[in-house]
């Protein structure tokens, strides 16, 4: 246990656990050194590098398309702009609540930094709110979910009032 912590400073915290110990230490041939972490993790940075540059090309094409010469009357146009604008927005919240925290864990993982924990409760808590703000900006962005919750919370009934 005391060469890996020699190795791998980083790990001290480990040595106060008494349920921790290590069987071998001998290094293994290095084809079999990838760890499954290190495979997670290189597979997400490979997802990140992947999706980034295909949205943002799919992205400029869609607006290369709404701002061309196309037959769409000014009000279409319009519309499907704002439509655009709320897709671009509606899908900015995964790229920043699942794509960068799991790009910064593999990351983490592929350099072997050691990280404070309340970076990575931050990363996780970020994670974990996707569905949250997910849902708030579909609500904000779409115009039926948007009109709906406004008339749900301002709608004033009237009162009638009959005279004798």
């Known amino acids: 246990?005391?060469?890996?912590?020699?190795?791998?400073?980083?790990?001290?915290?480990?040595l106060a656990d008494p349920d921790i110990f290590a069987v071998?230490?001998?290094?293994?041939h290095p084809i079999f050194g990838v760890s499954l972490e290190l495979a997670t993790a290189l597979l997400i940075?490979?997802?990140v590098i992947e999706v980034i540059p295909v949205g943002a090309m799919c992205l400029a094409h869609s607006f290369w398309l709404l701002s061309g010469g196309t037959l769409f009357s000014p009000n279409t146009r319009r519309l499907q702009m704002k439509l655009m604008y709320g897709l671009l927005v509606q899908m900015a919240v995964p790229l920043v609540t699942i794509a960068i925290p799991w790009g910064f864990f593999a990351v983490v993982i592929i350099l072997d930094w050691a990280v404070s924990p309340a970076t990575l409760n931050f990363w996780f808590w970020l994670d974990a709110a996707h569905a949250t703000i997910s849902s708030i900006t579909m609500a904000l962005y779409t115009d039926p979910y948007r009109k709906?919750?406004?008339?749900?919370?301002?709608?004033?009934?009237?009162?009638l009032v009959l005279k004798a």
């Open 24 to 28: 071998d230490s001998t290094p293994i």
């Open 148 to 159: 709906y919750i406004w008339h749900l919370v301002w709608y004033r009934r009237s009162v």
């Open 45 to 47: 940075a490979a997802m």
């Open 1 to 14: 246990m005391t060469s890996i912590m020699r190795e791998h400073p980083q790990y001290k915290f480990a």
